[in-house]
Antibody, heavy 125, light 109 residues
Framework: EVQLVESGGGLVQPGRSLRLSCAASGFTFDDYAMHWVRQAPGKGLEWVSGISWNSGSIGYADSVKGRFTISRDNAKNSLYLQMNSLRAEDTALYYC??????????????????WGQGTMVTVSS | EIVLTQSPGTLSLSPGERATLSCRAS???????LAWYQQKPGQAPRLLIY???SRATGIPDRFSGSGSGTDFTLTISRLEPEDFAVYYCQQYGSPEGITFGPGTKVDIK
């Protein structure tokens, strides 16, 4: 079964850091670009960051640029999001998502055919 | 950044009716790099349409996508009870990054 499982969320104070993980199974992880998408409570979807299969191409939303770092370990079938200098507005459910290969653009962008169930990050004092 | 606008914000319809959802981009979306997703409460989004008009695997043919440039449409030909949800459009062709529209909620009239 193709699956993505996020972990690492929780309650954190403003200004602190958190590292999210996404464990992939059921597919050849290092064949695909991967992304993080978040959803604040009761709000819509917001793209956060994406990474190509070999980490050669990385992109971030302006709202997290300079604070968040995406990475992957293909040997461990895992995707990560290091979040520093967290703000209240970073409070959201964070999803990891896999790019559908036929939609791949510039080695990293694309539509997302597989999503995890998300891990909740709450930034509050 | 390409900004996506979806209309209407809420669509109230009855089962069996046709739903027409609109997604408009602030600038042309390259090569129709436009996708549609369905999200139900407590669930992750599900990919319905990619490339503006191609159905994803396992998506019923009552869902169809059309459009190009800056104007795109998702049509649900006959609403089934399980289709009442929030629908998002997404563009994935801009080098500046991916953006989503604010969503259209389809609810039961």
């Amino acid at each position: 079964e193709v699956q993505l499982v996020e972990s690492g969320g929780g309650l954190v104070q403003p200004g602190r850091s958190l590292r999210l993980s996404c464990a992939a199974s059921g597919f050849t992880f290092d064949d695909y670009a991967m992304h993080w998408v978040r959803q604040a409570p009761g709000k819509g979807l917001e793209w956060v960051s994406g990474i190509s299969w070999n980490s050669g191409s990385i992109g971030y939303a302006d709202s997290v640029k300079g604070r968040f770092t995406i990475s992957r370990d293909n040997a461990k079938n895992s995707l990560y999001l290091q979040m520093n200098s967290l703000r209240a507005e970073d409070t959201a459910l964070y999803y990891c998502a896999k790019v559908l290969p036929i939609t791949m653009v510039q080695g990293r962008l694309g539509a997302f055919d597989i999503w995890g169930q998300g891990t909740m990050v709450t930034v509050s004092s | 950044e390409i900004v996506l606008t979806q209309s209407p914000g809420t669509l109230s319809l009855s089962p069996g009716e046709r739903a027409t959802l609109s997604c408009r981009a602030s600038q042309s979306v390259s090569s129709s790099y436009l996708a549609w997703y369905q999200q139900k409460p407590g669930q992750a989004p599900r990919l319905l349409i990619y490339g503006a008009s191609s159905r994803a695997t396992g998506i019923p043919d009552r869902f169809s996508g059309s459009g190009s440039g800056t104007d795109f449409t998702l049509t649900i030909s006959r609403l089934e009870p399980e289709d009442f949800a929030v629908y998002y459009c997404q563009q994935y062709g801009s080098p500046e990054g991916i953006t989503f529209g604010p969503g259209t909620k389809v609810d039961i009239k």
